[in-house]
Nanobody
Framework: QVQLVESGGGLVQAGGSLRLSCAASGSSFSSYGMGWFRQAPGKEREFVAAISRSGGIKYYADSVKGRFTIARDNANNTVYLQTDNLKPEDTAVYYC?????????????????????WGQGTQVTISS
């Protein structure tokens, strides 16, 4: 079992920034690919960003490229999502997820079905 706990969400004005964190339980965090997804009211969950086990490979949705940065600290079992230049359309519940399948170290995925564990989410609201 892997437990994921997100934090750092909140209400900010357009153009502002937030740093989301996701703390993972267990001793195998460095073996997991990690991802961030989001779900806005009335919309399907969508991919935001993913990072490989070592952190060397990162992949972003086109809608956040250049504004969001994913990073991880394997010593502290934490993955981060730095969100800058936020827009009202970024308003959503943000979830982190863990891909626990054994894969090559450079693997990253945007597909939610490849992530076995999910956090409870943290709300991000951007006012215009």
């Amino acid at each position: 079992q892997v437990q994921l706990v997100e934090s750092g969400g909140g209400l900010v004005q357009a153009g502002g920034s937030l740093r989301l964190s996701c703390a993972a339980s267990g001793s195998s965090f460095s073996s997991y690919g990690m991802g961030w997804f989001r779900q806005a009211p009335g919309k399907e969950r969508e991919f935001v960003a993913a990072i490989s086990r070592s952190g060397g490979i990162k992949y972003y949705a086109d809608s956040v490229k250049g504004r969001f940065t994913i990073a991880r600290d394997n010593a502290n079992n934490t993955v981060y999502l730095q969100t800058d230049n936020l827009k009202p359309e970024d308003t959503a519940v943000y979830y982190c997820a863990a891909d626990i399948n054994y894969r090559k170290s450079s693997y990253v995925t945007q597909y939610s079905y490849e992530y076995a564990y999910w956090g409870q989410g943290t709300q991000v609201t951007i006012s215009s």
